[in-house]
């Protein structure tokens, strides 16, 4: 199979290697959000075909994976305006199975909109103050009151100095999805640059291994994601959601950070091994 690699950054046209499991964050500004980005992929092997191990899946036990970030916008946003999900180039090969795995998104996610069927740019986008499965909100003054990232501490569901009051009553993640699956709810938070986010999007629908990546589904339904993957990179983003009216060249609004999975062409893995391409 292809090697893989990882990169982060505030665009889609600015982005950073990064070590998967490493415990060292990309760090990254732009006019609208700065903020580090950390992944944690259990069984993930490098350009180099190494396998990578981290303390993260015993801590957080249950998922294969996890993307990390903590940050600030510059300027506001309402929660409702603010999404997180992915974005492709170009038209999927969607594999047998595909409906299940939209209704087991669905069930996840009910705030979740897609359009992966697309023949030009599929996308699948939620709010993220739902979608995140642990968020973590503090009112900050400065940068002296950001703590470390990431923490030797799992990231927790802690929204209790969100504004309005109302939302303080959410702090469990469960409740706080279910609360934030109403958007007038969403459209009455709003993040500024006091508002420092630290959030953790984590699952184990899908597993990695040297051999490829499997979507693993209720039911024992399995997919064997390379059979279907045509090469073109598998974007993570937050961005800002289109309004009608809204004039952009995507079907998704400015992209605030990204996290980016991607081939590595045969010439690096051969650098990056000393030798031949299995």
């Not at 992915?86 to 939209?102: I, Q």
């Not at 469990?172 to 993040?191: H, I, L, M, N």
């Not at 979507?215 to 309004?243: A, N, S």
Request: aromatic share 10%; hydrophobic share 35%; with cysteine.
């Amino acid at each position: 199979m292809p090697r893989l690699r990882i990169l982060a950054g505030p665009s889609l046209d600015e982005l950073t290697p990064i070590e998967a499991n490493s415990d060292r964050a990309v760090e990254f500004k732009s006019d609208v959000f700065q903020g580090k980005v950390a992944a944690y992929i259990k069984g993930f092997a490098d350009p180099s075909g190494d396998v990578s191990d981290s303390a993260y899946f015993e801590k957080r036990t249950g998922v294969t994976w996890s993307i990390q970030v903590q940050g600030r916008f510059s300027k506001q946003y309402s929660a409702d305006d603010v999404l997180f999900g992915n974005v492709f180039e170009r038209p999927l090969k969607l594999p047998w199975g595909f409906s299940a795995a939209l209704k087991f998104m669905n069930f996840v996610d009910p705030t979740l909109e897609q359009d992966l069927a697309s023949s030009s740019k599929p996308w699948a986008l939620s709010p993220l103050i739902s979608t995140m499965p642990h968020l973590e909100h503090k009112r900050i003054n400065g940068p002296e009151d950001v703590p470390s990232f990431p923490a030797e501490t799992l990231i927790g569901d802690d929204i209790s100095q969100l504004q309005p009051a109302s939302a303080k009553k959410t702090d469990a993640s469960g409740e706080r999805r279910t609360f934030f699956k109403d958007a007038s709810r969403r459209k009455e938070v709003v993040f500024g640059p006091e508002d420092l986010i630290t959030a953790d999007f984590c699952y184990d629908y899908l597993r990695f291994s040297p051999q490829g990546v499997e979507l693993r589904l209720p039911g024992g339904i399995t997919i064997d994601m390379m059979k279907y993957w045509d090469g073109q990179r598998v974007p993570f983003v937050c961005c800002e959601r289109l309004h009608p009216g809204d004039e952009h060249s995507e079907p998704w609004g400015r992209v605030f950070w990204c996290i980016v999975i991607e081939a590595v062409d045969e010439d690096e893995v051969v650098g990056a091994r000393g030798g031949d391409v299995d």
